[in-house]
């Protein structure tokens, strides 16, 4: 089981707001940043936001990021049918290893 | 253009041994961190192992630790994996992934490989 927890599914319609969450420890999310992916299906992962809420250049401002404590969020505003992806959570973990969720599947209904 | 291109996977046998390779263009190789991640049929994406860019430094997943060894290259601008003792649940995609926007060994990736798929079966 993944260290990071994170709800297997999300959905929304077209124009919510959908939001997922991710749950560490004080060794991971709770001492260090946080990292969002999106996959779509077949291809590599996407970096979506960094360094707990910022986005790279491309990603649009209509996903944000937060963390409080040892736990973070990913917001996706204004969805979108092209939205529908897998989504991942990631944190370094104090115990010198790499640490995932266990993704979340996004439905645009 | 920044790029990362995986090679080596394939069929392997239960007891038996890999060598994953990740070439890397169009960055500084030496100054980064570079990972491997992986991603079994199906299923989510598991952090491997990461390197240090003078490749000092070294991180395994509990899963993997004492039967892959990471490595890298930097005349070559290359990252390895060697994979011993692999079993079945080793059967997965495996990225290689880095990001210019730190030097550490962490989980921040904004360049990612395609990918090499290890099947591990008889």
């Known amino acids: 089981q993944s260290v990071l927890t994170q709800p297997p599914s999300a959905s929304g319609t077209p124009g919510q707001r959908v939001t997922i969450s991710c749950s560490g420890s004080s060794s991971n999310i709770g001492s260090n940043s946080v990292y969002w992916y999106q996959q779509l299906p077949g291809t590599a992962p996407k970096l979506l936001i960094y360094?707990?809420?910022q986005r790279p250049s491309g990603v649009p401002d209509r996903f944000s990021g937060s963390k409080s404590g040892a736990s973070a969020s990913l917001a996706i505003s204004g969805l979108r049918s092209e939205d529908e992806a897998d989504y991942y959570c990631?944190?370094?973990?104090?115990?010198?290893?790499?640490?995932f969720g266990g993704g979340t599947k996004l439905t645009v209904l | 253009e920044v790029q990362l291109l995986e090679s080596g996977g394939g069929l392997v046998q239960p007891g038996g041994s890999l060598r994953l390779s990740c070439a890397a263009s169009?960055?500084?190789?030496?100054?980064?961190?570079m990972t491997w991640v992986r991603q079994a049929p199906g299923k989510g994406l598991e952090w491997v192992s990461g390197?240090?860019?003078?490749?000092?430094?070294?991180h395994y997943a509990d899963s993997v630790k004492g039967r892959f060894t990471i490595s890298r290259d930097n005349s070559k601008n290359t990252l390895y994996l060697q994979m011993n003792s692999l079993r079945a649940e080793d059967t997965a995609v495996y990225y290689c992934?880095?990001?210019?926007?730190?030097?550490?060994?962490?989980?921040?990736?904004?360049?990612w490989g395609q990918g090499t798929m290890v099947t591990v079966s008889s």
């Open positions: 390197i240090s860019g003078s490749g000092g430094s070294t």
């Open positions: 169009g960055f500084t190789f030496s100054t980064y961190a």
């Open positions: 360094w707990n809420n």
């Open positions: 992934a880095t990001s210019e926007k730190t030097t550490s060994v962490t989980t921040l990736f904004d360049i």
């Open positions: 990631a944190a370094w973990d104090d115990r010198l290893k790499g640490v």
